[in-house]
């Protein structure tokens, strides 16, 4: 009998720690299948941030670096530069990329660091337990703006791919989600694309990847979904957001 | 080996070129701002680079990563930005990642000023950021020290997977003086089997400090802590300079120890015996320069740029045998040499000749 369908060589045998139904499952393997396919396992070397995804070190089977919250990119920096010719991504939180490591996250942008940025945005810090993110709906209910995001007091929800794209560096900037078999693929796609742009040595890659966080969103996995379908989707700017010229030909 | 006349901050630079260090990470900070210039100017070079990173947050994080990949990497900075650092200095203690730290001591707290000032030597010397590690902390006291010691900076990294901090102050970092550009030891470093380089031909490794079991954590701590103690068993260094057969110390580091020396020899000519402990780590701190020269002392005055901070070390190291006094100057000010040995004579009751 043929397998159509198995565990990925870019993951591990360890079993992930995810909650029932949160998507931070998905987005590893999609990585996993694409280290696997891109033969890049044992050239590529993976920064895991903190918050939920914190023990994806073990998940990957690539070398793997655990860096202090929000510093995953300044990291990734650090060993692009001493072994240029290796592949290095960070795997980073919407509170990590986009508050705390806000900083990095645009001047690794505006330098043009050959590297691979996946941010999984669940629009709430899962790992402390549901507080509010820069990310966060406005009215969504989060354990630090519990009376719903209040745009007066908070602010308004922020889209970093968007201001990424912005920057000169950034040469291939995407937002996808993994809510749907169809959009899975897309993830996928972006994901490759991705790894291989800085394969080709073109620049920084971004690829934001809207995610559930059941637990913390207080919903069944099935809700969560529709959720992220009806309410994030519409509040950030989706698909290909930047594909610089040179990357066009990849 | 040549012989050319350096500021303290290039001699620090061009002994970490010399050193193999291949990477730079930095933010510019007055006084220190000479070490990424130069380097920014002779590195590229020497095949290596220099990165202006957005702040000393990022500078030290990519520090991080270049140590983990493997390379010889040095950050520099001045006070307020090794406060910004300490976070990520707490990380390269706990992966033991071996990167080498300048800082060039300005006044505090706050922005505070550029003269020359001792005022971080506790943050030096108990970790500076947080959790329960050390950094091994040298304190170099003139241009030739500063590119000698940097250039040991790289190899005790290595050696002990440890962050190592060298401390100095604006006036040492400033000053020109005739350096010996001597060459790099080759040294008996252990390999960097813990590398994260790409895992080719091996099980993939990886390189964190995240424990939510209680037991590993602890487990870990015991570890660093056998580490530490290894260090402070091998690496206590200082200079005795008139110690053997004195009755009253001095005890000052950096550009205390130049100005005590001075002190010393004056004392020295009316009679008085009086001698100086130069402490070169002050951690791991010399404590046995104090118990080998112990059983004449009457009485130790430390001389130093801060409220009194290295003399909590020192009472400790005489376990409060002896009176242990501060001779302090604050705020970027240098004591004189006459005003320390004026000091010396007040506080301990001895006869002090001359416009003293
Ligand atoms: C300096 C610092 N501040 C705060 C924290 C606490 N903290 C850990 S993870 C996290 C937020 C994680 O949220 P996100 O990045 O969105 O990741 P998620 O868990 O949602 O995947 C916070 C605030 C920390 N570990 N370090
Ligand atoms: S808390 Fe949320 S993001 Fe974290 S594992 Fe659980 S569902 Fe996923
Ligand atoms: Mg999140």
């Not at chain 2, 950094?135 to 900076?153: C, F, H």
């Not at chain 2, 240098?334 to 000091?343: D, G, M, N, Q, V």
Request: proline share 5%; aromatic share 8%.
């Amino acid at each position: 009998m043929q397998k159509v369908f198995g565990r990925p060589k870019g993951l591990t045998e360890i079993p992930f720690h995810y909650c029932p139904g949160c998507t931070h499952g998905i987005i590893h393997r999609l990585i996993g299948e694409v280290l696997e396919e891109l033969n890049i396992i044992e050239d590529t070397i993976g920064v895991a941030p903190v918050g939920c995804a914190g023990f994806s070190l073990d998940f990957f089977s690539c070398d793997f670096v655990g860096a202090a919250h929000g510093r995953a990119q300044a990291v990734a920096t650090g060993i692009k530069r001493a072994l240029p010719d290796r592949i290095v991504f960070t795997y980073q939180g919407d509170g990590d990329i986009a508050a705390i490591g806000t900083s990095h996250a645009i001047h690794v942008a505006a330098r043009g660091e050959k590297i691979t940025s996946i941010m999984v945005n669940n629009a709430i810090y899962g790992m402390t337990g549901g507080q509010m993110a820069p990310t966060t709906l406005t009215g969504q209910v989060t354990t630090t703006s519990p009376y719903g995001r209040d745009n007066g007091v908070a602010g308004f929800p922020l889209d970093l791919p968007k201001a990424i794209a912005t920057f000169d560096g950034a040469v291939y900037v995407a937002s996808v989600s993994v809510d749907s078999p169809k959009n899975i693929l897309q993830a996928k796609k972006a994901i490759k694309k991705a790894f291989r742009v800085q394969q080709a040595g073109l620049g920084f890659a971004l690829v934001s990847i809207l995610s559930t966080c059941p637990t913390n969103w207080g919903m069944s996995p099935v809700d969560s979904l529709k959720w992220l379908q009806e309410k994030m989707i519409p509040v950030y700017q989706m698909g290909e957001i930047k594909v610089a010229e040179e990357v066009k030909g990849l | 080996m040549s012989k050319v006349l350096l500021k303290g901050n290039e001699a620090i630079a061009e002994a970490a070129m010399r050193a193999g260090c291949k990477l730079f990470f930095g933010y510019p900070i007055t006084p220190s701002t000479e070490i990424i210039e130069y380097l920014a100017k002779h590195l590229p070079e020497a095949g290596g680079t220099v990165l202006q990173a957005e702040c000393e947050v990022a500078a030290i994080n990519m520090c991080f990563g270049a140590a983990a990949a493997g390379a010889r990497v040095m950050t520099a900075s001045s006070s307020p930005g090794i406060s910004l650092k300490q976070e990520g200095i707490s990380y390269l203690a706990a992966n033991e990642l071996p990167v080498v730290i300048v800082n060039i001591n300005r006044t505090g707290p706050g922005l505070g000023g550029l003269g020359p000032t001792q005022s971080d030597y506790f943050q030096s010397t108990r970790g500076g950021g947080h959790g329960d590690y050390r950094l091994i902390v040298l304190a170099p006291s003139k241009a030739q020290e500063l590119y000698d010691l940097t250039m040991e900076a790289f190899d005790l990294a290595d050696k002990y997977r440890n962050p190592v901090l060298i401390l100095a102050d604006g006036f040492l970092g400033q000053m020109m003086e005739p350096v010996l550009l001597k060459e790099k030891k080759e040294g008996n470093l252990p390999p960097k089997d813990w590398q994260t380089d790409g895992c080719k031909g091996r099980a993939k490794r990886k390189i964190a400090s995240y424990f939510l079991v209680n037991e590993l954590a602890e487990e870990a701590c015991q570890r660093w802590q056998a580490k530490y103690d290894q260090i402070k068993e091998a690496e206590q260094r200082w200079e005795s300079f008139y110690a053997d057969d004195a009755e009253y110390l001095l005890v000052g580091y950096g550009t205390c120890g130049r100005i005590a020396k001075s002190v010393v020899l004056n004392a020295r000519k009316q009679g008085m015996k009086l001698g100086l402990i130069r402490p070169i780590t002050l951690w791991p701190f010399p404590v046995k320069a104090f118990t080998s020269h112990f059983d004449g002392i009457k009485g130790i005055v430390t001389v130093e740029l801060n409220a009194g901070q290295m003399i909590e070390d020192v009472k400790l190291a005489v376990n409060c045998r002896v009176p242990v006094h501060l001779y302090k100057r604050q705020g970027g000010m240098l004591p004189h040499e006459r005003e320390i040995l004026k000091f010396v004579g007040q506080v301990f009751n001895l006869p002090v000749r001359g416009e003293a």
